[in-house]
């Protein structure tokens, strides 16, 4: 029966080069066998897949014939089974599959295998990044505002500038590396013997080591510390909402990039005014008297006092609508609505004259008001 490669992988037909190398760097590393619970059976099934679909000829072709590949096999055609097991430049057969080592160094970290393969320096690495967490009021999220934020997180040493070295000392080849950066080493596993390469663990990668250390950041090139940034909340923010501030995590090793800063907010509720996506929603009660013949009536809205109109025979529950009142977007200016149900108050107790009005009301076919006294 024919292999689904594209359902080994996990993905759809319509997926990039780099979403099937994706899909393989994860499943090759879930199954490897030399992690404990790996499948050496699947990971020689997800390899197979992957030496045909990460191939732009290879999946053309294995497109081309659909279901039927296998047929291919016949005169003029050929065994897809062969096929991806085929032996090309830069790949290793064992045991009936063939590996490709650059994918496999990429994500095992083996570097050189057999002298193939490819090498890698250490080199400046990217910070971590950092996540904090602001409260912010309703009004603040609706027009923006600037929160000042205080976190610990390592800053560049105050008394070597980064380098890890103590002022004035002496900087040296590294003896372990040779100035190489990296050491080798060889591991056994299912595939045989391999050579792996990896950074010198006496310099981290850099080559050169100093004569004495930095004695306040004993080398690392840099020191706990509080850092102070100040922080611009954009008009629309949602409770929950992330921003992400590049180059405010913490630092980077070697001269590396720093990682970054994602901010959660929170939004505190409001006990006027709730949020509908970019809508405000909000209540007001106004009199039986106003809901009948209409009028005016003052608002409170984030924007200020407005007069909402109130057409006649309004309805208890009748929502009105206010343009440009709410929520801003937060890719544009335009602004969400301001939504105000209407609550009509009933009269709890009436005068003479009043009840002597009510009676004039007109009321629906089988209807008979009756005033009774409260009193």
């Keep these: 029966m024919a ?28 199954h490897h066998p030399d992690k404990k619970g790996g499948n050496e059976g699947k990971f020689k099934e997800i390899n197979e897949a992957y030496q045909v679909l990460g191939n732009p000829d290879k999946r053309q072709q294995y497109d081309q014939f659909g279901a039927n590949f296998e047929s291919a096999g016949g005169p003029g055609g050929f065994n897809w089974q062969d096929f991806a097991r085929a032996q090309g430049a830069g790949g290793f057969n064992q045991g009936g599959f063939r590996v490709d080592f650059d994918d496999l160094g990429d994500i095992f970290g ?31 999220s609706v027009f923006g505002t600037e929160k000042i934020l205080r976190f610990e997180k390592n800053v560049i040493c105050s008394k070597c500038a980064g380098s890890g070295a103590e002022p004035g000392a002496k900087i040296t080849t590294c003896a372990t590396c040779g100035g190489q950066g990296r050491v080798e080493q060889i591991q056994r596993t299912f595939m045989g013997a391999m050579r792996s390469v990896r950074p010198c663990p006496d310099c981290g990668g850099e080559g050169k080591r100093a004569e004495k250390q930095c004695s306040r950041c004993k080398g690392r090139g840099s020191e706990p510390g509080v850092k ?79 007069q909402l109109k109130i057409p006649a025979s309004t309805q208890s529950g009748t929502v009105i609508k206010l343009e440009s009142k709410g929520v801003p977007h937060l890719r544009g200016g335009r602004r969400g ?20 009005a009510l009676k004039e009301l007109p009321t629906e076919e089988g209807e008979k008001i009756v005033l009774v006294s409260w009193l």
């Design 3 to 30: 292999k689904d490669y594209y359902q080994i992988l996990g993905i759809n037909k319509s997926a990039s080069p780099e979403d099937i190398k994706k899909a393989f760097r994860k499943l090759a590393h879930e």
């Design 110 to 140: 083996l570097g050189d295998i057999f002298g193939g393969g490819r090498s890698r320096r250490a080199g400046p690495s990217r910070g971590a990044d950092m996540a904090f967490t602001t409260a912010i009021d309703f009004r603040e």
């Design 228 to 306: 102070e940034l100040k922080v611009k909340i954009p008009a629309g923010i949602a409770d929950g909402q992330t921003i992400e501030l590049a180059g405010e995590g913490d630092l980077g090793v070697k001269g590396g990039s720093a990682g970054s800063l994602f901010l959660t907010v929170r939004v505190r509720p409001d006990k006027v005014f709730k949020r509908q996506g970019h809508d405000l929603l909000t209540q007001k009660q106004i009199s039986f008297a106003l809901a009948t013949l209409g009028g005016r009536v003052p608002l409170i809205t984030l924007d200020g006092e407005v």
């Design 337 to 356: 609505d301001l939504l105000v149900t209407v609550k009509v108050i009933t009269p709890a107790k009436l005068s003479k004259k009043e009840r002597e």
